[in-house]
């Protein structure tokens, strides 16, 4: 039997002949009935994924070692049979096949009949935390209905925005500039998630009048599906829920609210947002769910009612401020983010608060991690910054040491996320204060720099 080009069978038939092995034999080690796998062999059938693994442990291959064959073999040449290809991407996934998963999607893509099915696949998929091989198809569907207003399209839009971010602030920001035109294409439950993700990315890139409008409009459609939920022309309409309790997108719009009234220092305003989402009273469900939104929304406008004060200059909070955080883990490290900047706004002594709490910030520093609710994004960010005040506050009292050290963490961080304002801020810090910093932190500082360097490039 000859063979002008690579096949499965080929490869089979070789595999056998090579190692002498009698084929009755094959067949048993592989969990194979002898006269399938002589078809197999013949070319009087196909082999059926399942089958193909069972060969290719046999054969002592990687797993997947023969997908590239099957599929050039299968599908490059005929049309594609869905019945044949869902399995096969099932196992190009769980097995991290992605080239060989990106080929088969564009081969069965040319049929756009499958595109509904190839959705349903990645949706699958996404929620198995397959989530490289699910932005592979999501992208391919994307394409393939780029020129409709489909909300199919726009999910696909979402799934891909959500599964493309990164630690590069730079490429968040793409992602989020290529995803929010399609949000109003979703329906308006899942639009709620959308632009929850979308403002969480937007605050850690600091782009706050973009967060504010996106956070009213949430807000808005919020309160009306709140609304329609339970007036009685309304109460059997179906719809697609979102993630959380409707009311707590209304009380997170206000929370957001008042976190960029914050940044922008109109404390009035702010204290005012948190007497949106600290009264509950209008609230219908009981459930144990929802009351436990209903006591972290509480607890959340608690600390901010102190923190608004403190930062709008009353000073006299900051010890009850630090007692309150010290007993709610996750707040500890958002708390001294705004204590730093108010030790330096109202000339505050935070020597002790920053020893008691030097273990948080080291462990932080170390993991770098999301820290209660709030993302990854937000928290690195905050970090990075948070890390260069520290810096500043203590070389502001000749501190050196223990300044620049905390500004060559920031430096890293800021580097690794490419925070470039960041960035250009700890560089400037470390210049200014070069003569003061020993061989093995100025060593430090190029390492990093050298590294990041070479990254943009």
């Known amino acids: 039997m000859e063979f002008s080009t690579k096949t499965i069978r080929s490869e089979l038939y070789n595999y056998i002949k090579d190692n002498q092995i009698i084929i009755s034999h094959f067949a048993e080690r592989a969990g194979i009935n002898p006269g399938t796998l002589s078809k197999i062999i013949n070319g009087v059938i196909q082999v059926p994924v399942r089958t193909l693994d ?133 329906g308006e439950a899942e639009q709620l998630d959308a632009l929850k993700d979308l403002i969480n990315l937007l605050m850690s890139l600091h782009r706050w009048d973009k967060a504010k409008s996106l956070a009213e409009e949430m807000g808005r459609i919020a309160n009306n599906l709140y609304e329609q939920k339970y007036k009685k022309n309304h109460k059997n309409r179906k719809s697609t829920k979102p993630a959380k309790p409707l009311f707590g997108y209304i009380l997170y719009s206000n929370l957001i609210l008042g976190t960029i009234s914050e940044e922008k220092n109109d404390f009035e305003n702010a204290l005012k947002y948190v007497s949106q989402y600290e009264v509950h009273d209008w609230i219908v469900e009981t459930d144990d769910f929802a009351e436990a939104t209903k006591k972290q929304f509480a607890e959340w406008a608690k600390a901010n009612r102190y923190l608004y004060r403190l930062m709008s200059g009353e000073v006299s909070v900051l010890d009850e401020y630090v007692k309150y955080i010290s007993s709610n883990e996750n707040e500890i490290l958002r708390a001294l ?114 590294i990041y360097e070479e990254v943009l490039t």
């Open 54 to 186: 069972r060969i290719t442990e046999a054969m002592n291959l990687e797993p997947g070692a023969l997908y590239e064959i099957y599929i050039y073999e299968c599908f490059n040449e005929s049309s594609a049979d869905w019945r044949r290809c869902k399995p096969l991407i099932n196992r190009c996934a769980e097995l991290n096949k992605l080239d060989c998963l990106d080929q088969l999607v564009g081969i069965v893509m040319d049929n756009l009949n499958y595109s509904p099915m190839l959705f349903d696949v990645a949706e699958i998929l996404n929620n198995k935390n397959y989530h490289e091989a699910a932005l592979i198809i999501y992208k391919k569907v994307a394409e393939s209905e780029r020129f409709q207003h489909a909300e199919r399209l726009a999910t696909c839009q979402y799934r891909i925005f959500k599964n493309s971010l990164t630690d590069n602030q730079e490429i968040n920001l793409e992602c989020a500039a290529l995803f929010e035109p399609f949000i109003k294409r979703l």
């Open 337 to 450: 983010f705004k204590i730093v900047k108010a030790a330096e706004m109202y000339k505050i002594n935070i020597d002790s608060i920053l020893q008691r709490f030097e273990h948080v910030i080291s462990n932080q520093i170390v993991e770098n991690s999301h820290v209660g609710t709030y993302t990854t994004e937000i928290i690195a960010d905050g970090l990075a910054n948070f890390l260069a005040d520290v810096g500043a506050y203590y070389t502001r009292k000749d501190e050196y040491s223990i300044g620049i050290n905390y500004v060559l963490e920031s430096l890293a961080i800021s580097a690794k996320i490419n925070n470039t304002a960041c960035i250009v801020r700890c560089t400037c810090m470390v210049e200014k204060f070069r003569h003061f910093i020993d061989e093995t932190s100025l060593k430090r500082y190029t390492t990093i720099m050298t």
